[in-house]
């Protein structure tokens, strides 16, 4: 059985845009929105599921607990 990234999830309203999960995670999975959202941050989002090995580091790493790695088996 693997463990593998079935959604990441980044909540809005909790979410600073700080970066530090795209700065933590090892494999690149998430990057800098080119949006700007209403409160003048640039949230993560999600470029590369497949790559993610779900360590987890970006929901400990993370400040504002904003972001959740939802897994599955196969
Ligand atoms: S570490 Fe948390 S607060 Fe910072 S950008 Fe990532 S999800 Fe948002
Ligand atoms: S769980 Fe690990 S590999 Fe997946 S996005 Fe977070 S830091 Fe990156």
Redesign the pocket.
Known sequence: MTRK?KQ?SIDAKLCKGCHI?IS????D??KKSDDVDDRGYFLPVVVDLE?????????MECPDFAIS?EEYEE
């Open positions: 990234a990441i999960c933590v995670c090892p494999h999975v998430l790559s993610c090995k779900v360590c987890h580091i970006c929901e790695v």
